[in-house]
């Protein structure tokens, strides 16, 4: 830490200096500010107008400075035990759907739980069951016509929390009109993922491809075939056209215009998607047929949102296509954009770094959730939630520290959900983080004028950076302050005193040592792993922080360690209740122990002189330049492996594929897609996670989520036709959480010929 130090004259030696100089100091501000006004016709464009009225030097080079939405992000109770998919306000009321079980009883959801099945409701203050819920996955859901509509990946409503009997087949969709719930029709094959409405007719989206017509829709032919989109007409499901090759994730309503956003890049032209047109990842319908919008994108479309004539695109995505191959002359485009009729338009500071999952238009401003650190440039840090209004990303307190899937907003009500676990304390989400539980609600900050006593000195800078180390400050009557900062912090005051020749008070500071602890950004994911007085056991060699609401000490930890204050050297939060958390990077030093930091008290001295109060008149400019890296907190490692095997009959053959993730996090939504080369007719394909579909030559599987270590496997019989020659056949896996290591994403194997 470098440190620098000044010597001072008394207080009345430097009064007669200040007084000769005052005027001349003055003087030449006011010529060369009119100078540059000249130059420039307003005001320097190097000066931007702060909140405040004042102006302040634009940062050059290093982090842009957001434009910040104060405030915190607050816990609905202890939250949820495991993922958010949908958020819906009704009134006031909030409807929660996802994957789910239990409402958390506790901090860390580890006692006096609370089974509500994938659906819940928070009405301000308390959580409650809506009836009994559902037996999979809620995945959307939308109020129409007083009545909650859901879709999801479930097959029946529970009759009880246990959810093993009196059970309500619904097949995909169900109806809670306030006491019991029902079915539109008799629902689909497979699971749908979005629900739109225009004020008529409803549609829906999804990985099916048939409207059941029984509720045993998977042994009792006729169904409707549908491919991934259908809509309801009162009475019953019908196909629009003939659908898409492979699933929908999104859907957009916009007068007579239907929006699609999903994974395909087929629109099919026949029931049986044997021949298609080319659309990728996006298309649009006009109440007759779909067509391709552009030539959409190299990768997943994930959500739509409409504001009149602009349609915003966000997804996985980094490049629009060139051409409706998308192999030549593609541009980037990262994760999110704006269609306005006729062409795309990237969004600012190059869209975001990662993958956006959720998009809702209100007013002129788009807030946007998903799995994004930071803007693609990486100069505005965002930490998965943002708000991008005239031309400007806005981050939202400090984020969260996982992917957001789902937000909602209504006047001032502002609620997020996904796969996070704490709402970040400072911008690298290293410290000072609080417990919410994968769902959220924004506390804004509202300011408020304060009235300010001329005769009271203030020596103290009201511009204080969350999670930056605060420096020792002194203010003498020579007006030169000294800055002792920790952590790369540059402290740069106007202070500019005034002279108040009234009967007024000497600002005598006196230097209160107090604890502030140097949080240094450590890698990867605080793991809780003990309460106080507990023993924390980690894995190898880890990094362990003990303490509480950001208040940690660190040590480096072999094995297990008792979490408590003897073992740290003492109570890094007095009165608090701590825990230890170890950190998932692997030999990482822990910082410093805490370092004491001098926070001025005031002792006034009355005085019948005339001196300068030594106040401020301008908040000291608080620019902190933190370290970050490009890698995500959470992380999966997907990795498969493919064979060919012969069949148990003549010319057939088995194409074997195993998935795992042998990532730390959950692999969200997991896909796996095989295209089989021509001259080979499947004959069947299997799974023992998820489902999966075939549409000509392509099976898709969704394999749902892959927790650590989990594995899937898919299994597709294959018959030689004529014609068939030896081709290499590979599969693809990918899901919606970030993969490191996208090289063991595809699994390749000859397949022999006939």
Same mark, same amino acid.
């Given at each position: 830490m470098?440190t620098?130090t000044?010597?001072?004259?008394?207080?009345?030696?430097?009064?007669?200096?200040?007084?000769?100089?005052k005027?001349?100091?003055?003087?030449a501000?006011?010529?060369v500010?009119?100078l540059?006004? @000249? @130059?420039w016709?307003?005001?320097p464009?190097?000066?931007?107008?702060?909140?405040?009225?004042l102006?302040?030097?634009?940062?050059?080079?290093?982090m842009?400075?957001?434009? @910040?939405v104060?405030?915190?992000?607050?816990n @609905?109770?202890?939250?949820?035990?495991n993922? +958010?998919?949908?958020?819906l306000?009704?009134?006031?009321d909030?409807?929660v759907?996802?994957?789910?079980?239990?409402?958390?009883?506790?901090?860390?959801?580890? $006692?006096?739980?609370?089974?509500?099945?994938r659906?819940?409701?928070?009405?301000?203050?308390n959580?409650s069951?809506?009836?009994?819920?559902?037996?999979?996955?809620v995945?959307?859901m939308?109020?129409?016509?007083s009545?909650?509509?859901?879709?999801?990946?479930?097959?029946e409503?529970?009759?009880v929390?246990?959810?093993?009997?009196g059970?309500?087949? =619904?097949?995909?969709?169900?109806v809670?009109?306030g006491?019991?719930w029902?079915?539109?029709?008799? !629902?689909?094959?497979?699971?749908p993922? #979005?629900?739109?409405?225009?004020?008529?007719?409803?549609y829906?989206g999804?990985e099916? #491809?048939?409207?059941c017509?029984?509720? *045993?829709?998977?042994?009792?032919?006729?169904?409707?075939?549908? /491919?991934?989109v =259908?809509?309801?007409?009162?009475t019953?499901?019908?196909p629009m056209?003939?659908?898409f090759?492979?699933a929908?994730?999104d859907l =957009?309503?916009?007068?007579?215009?239907?929006?699609?956003?999903?994974?395909?890049?087929r629109?099919?032209?026949?029931?049986?998607c044997?021949?298609?047109?080319? %659309?990728n990842r996006?298309?649009?319908?006009?109440?007759t047929?779909?067509?391709?919008?552009?030539?959409?994108?190299?990768?997943?479309?994930q959500?739509?949102a409409?504001d009149?004539?602009?349609?915003?695109?966000g997804?996985?995505?980094?490049q629009?296509?060139? +051409?409706?191959?998308?192999?030549?002359?593609?541009t980037t485009? &990262?994760a999110?954009?704006?269609?306005?009729?006729?062409?795309?338009?990237?969004?600012a500071?190059g869209?975001?770094?990662?993958q956006?999952?959720?998009l809702?238009?209100?007013?002129?401003?788009?807030y946007?959730?998903?799995?994004f650190?930071?803007?693609?440039?990486n100069?505005?840090?965002?930490?998965s939630?943002?708000k991008y209004?005239?031309n400007t990303? /806005?981050n939202y307190?400090n984020?969260v520290?996982?992917?957001?899937?789902?937000l909602?907003?209504?006047g001032d009500?502002?609620?997020?959900?996904?796969?996070?676990?704490?709402?970040?304390?400072? %911008?690298?989400c290293t410290?000072?983080?609080?417990?919410?539980n994968?769902?959220?609600?924004?506390?804004p900050i509202?300011?408020t004028?304060?009235?300010?006593?001329? &005769?009271?000195?203030?020596?103290?800078?009201?511009?204080t950076?969350t *999670?930056?180390?605060t420096?020792?400050? #002194?203010?003498?009557?020579?007006?030169?302050s000294?800055?002792?900062?920790t952590n790369?912090?540059t402290?740069?005051?106007?202070?500019?005193?005034t002279?108040t020749?009234t009967?007024t008070?000497?600002?005598?500071?006196t230097n209160?040592p107090?604890?502030t602890?140097?949080? #240094?950004?450590?890698?990867?994911?605080?793991?809780?792993?003990?309460?106080?007085?507990? $023993?924390?056991?980690?894995?190898?060699?880890?990094?362990?922080?003990?303490?509480a609401? !950001?208040?940690?000490k660190?040590?480096?930890?072999?094995?297990?360690?008792?979490?408590?204050?003897?073992?740290?050297?003492?109570?890094?939060?007095?009165?608090?209740?701590?825990k230890?958390?170890?950190t998932?990077?692997?030999g990482?030093?822990?910082? %410093?122990?805490p370092t004491k930091?001098?926070?001025?008290?005031?002792t006034l001295?009355?005085?019948?002189?005339?001196?300068?109060?030594?106040?401020?008149?301008n908040?000291p400019?608080?620019?902190?330049?933190?370290?970050f $890296?490009?890698?995500?907190?959470?992380?999966?490692?997907?990795r498969v492996?493919?064979?060919?095997?012969p069949?148990?009959?003549?010319?057939?053959?088995?194409?074997?594929? /195993?998935?795992?993730?042998?990532?730390?996090?959950?692999a969200v939504?997991?896909?796996?897609?095989d295209?089989?080369p021509?001259?080979?007719?499947?004959q069947?394909?299997?799974t023992?996670k998820?489902?999966?579909t075939?549409?000509?030559?392509?099976v898709?599987c969704g394999?749902?989520g892959?927790?650590?270590?989990?594995?899937?496997n898919?299994?597709i019989?294959?018959?030689?036709?004529g014609?068939?020659?030896?081709?290499?056949?590979?599969? &693809?896996?990918?899901?919606?959480?970030?993969?490191p290591?996208?090289s063991?994403n595809?699994?390749?194997?000859?397949?022999p010929p006939?």
């Amino acid at each position: 830490m470098k440190t620098s130090t000044h010597s001072f004259d008394s207080p009345r030696a430097n009064r007669s200096r200040w007084l000769g100089t005052k005027f001349a100091l003055t003087f030449a501000v006011f010529v060369v500010t009119v100078l540059l006004m @000249l @130059l420039w016709g307003s005001a320097p464009p190097l000066l931007a107008e702060t909140k405040t009225g004042l102006r302040e030097p634009r940062a050059h080079g290093g982090m842009e400075r957001p434009a @910040l939405v104060a405030g915190t992000w607050q816990n @609905l109770g202890f939250g949820l035990n495991n993922g +958010v998919s949908k958020v819906l306000i009704n009134g006031s009321d909030v409807y929660v759907g996802g994957s789910f079980t239990q409402v958390c009883g506790s901090q860390f959801c580890d $006692t006096d739980n609370v089974t509500m099945n994938r659906i819940a409701k928070w009405d301000g203050a308390n959580w409650s069951a809506v009836g009994n819920g559902f037996n999979g996955t809620v995945h959307d859901m939308m109020m129409i016509n007083s009545k909650l509509h859901v879709v999801g990946g479930f097959f029946e409503a529970c009759g009880v929390p246990a959810c093993n009997s009196g059970n309500v087949r =619904a097949n995909g969709i169900a109806v809670w009109d306030g006491a019991s719930w029902s079915t539109l029709g008799f !629902g689909f094959n497979n699971a749908p993922y #979005t629900i739109a409405y225009d004020g008529t007719t409803i549609y829906v989206g999804g990985e099916f #491809t048939t409207a059941c017509s029984t509720f *045993n829709c998977a042994i009792t032919p006729p169904s409707t075939r549908v /491919n991934r989109v =259908a809509r309801w007409d009162g009475t019953n499901w019908l196909p629009m056209n003939f659908g898409f090759g492979t699933a929908l994730s999104d859907l =957009a309503v916009s007068g007579s215009t239907v929006y699609a956003a999903g994974t395909y890049n087929r629109i099919c032209n026949d029931a049986g998607c044997s021949t298609f047109s080319t %659309a990728n990842r996006l298309a649009q319908w006009n109440g007759t047929t779909w067509s391709a919008i552009g030539n959409g994108f190299n990768n997943s479309t994930q959500a739509l949102a409409v504001d009149g004539s602009n349609l915003y695109i966000g997804g996985i995505f980094n490049q629009l296509c060139g +051409v409706p191959a998308c192999n030549s002359g593609n541009t980037t485009m &990262n994760a999110i954009t704006n269609w306005n009729g006729a062409s795309f338009a990237a969004l600012a500071n190059g869209g975001l770094n990662s993958q956006a999952f959720a998009l809702e238009m209100v007013g002129s401003a788009l807030y946007v959730g998903g799995y994004f650190p930071r803007t693609s440039d990486n100069l505005v840090t965002l930490n998965s939630i943002a708000k991008y209004e005239s031309n400007t990303w /806005n981050n939202y307190g400090n984020g969260v520290d996982s992917s957001v899937t789902t937000l909602a907003v209504n006047g001032d009500d502002f609620y997020i959900g996904g796969i996070f676990t704490n709402a970040c304390g400072n %911008a690298a989400c290293t410290s000072g983080n609080t417990r919410v539980n994968r769902i959220a609600k924004f506390n804004p900050i509202v300011a408020t004028p304060t009235n300010t006593s001329t &005769n009271t000195p203030t020596n103290t800078p009201t511009n204080t950076p969350t *999670n930056t180390p605060t420096p020792t400050r #002194t203010f003498t009557p020579t007006n030169t302050s000294t800055n002792t900062p920790t952590n790369t912090a540059t402290f740069t005051p106007s202070n500019t005193p005034t002279d108040t020749p009234t009967n007024t008070s000497t600002d005598t500071p006196t230097n209160t040592p107090t604890d502030t602890p140097t949080n #240094t950004p450590i890698g990867g994911v605080w793991i809780f792993c003990a309460n106080e007085n507990g $023993t924390c056991v980690v894995p190898g060699t880890r990094v362990v922080r003990y303490g509480a609401n !950001g208040l940690y000490k660190y040590k480096l930890v072999t094995g297990s360690t008792f979490c408590g204050n003897a073992s740290f050297g003492g109570d890094p939060a007095l009165g608090q209740s701590k825990k230890c958390e170890y950190t998932t990077a692997d030999g990482v030093t822990p910082s %410093a122990t805490p370092t004491k930091t001098a926070t001025p008290t005031k002792t006034l001295v009355p005085s019948n002189t005339p001196i300068p109060t030594n106040t401020p008149t301008n908040t000291p400019t608080v620019t902190a330049t933190p370290t970050f $890296t490009n890698t995500p907190n959470v992380q999966a490692d997907l990795r498969v492996r493919k064979t060919v095997q012969p069949g148990s009959s003549a010319k057939t053959f088995v194409f074997k594929m /195993n998935v795992k993730n042998r990532g730390d996090d959950p692999a969200v939504k997991t896909k796996l897609v095989d295209v089989v080369p021509t001259g080979y007719k499947i004959q069947s394909v299997t799974t023992d996670k998820g489902s999966c579909t075939t549409t000509g030559q392509t099976v898709d599987c969704g394999l749902l989520g892959l927790v650590k270590d989990q594995e899937a496997n898919i299994e597709i019989t294959v018959k030689q036709q004529g014609g068939a020659t030896t081709q290499t056949n590979c599969v &693809n896996v990918s899901s919606n959480t970030y993969d490191p290591d996208p090289s063991n994403n595809q699994a390749c194997a000859q397949v022999p010929p006939p």
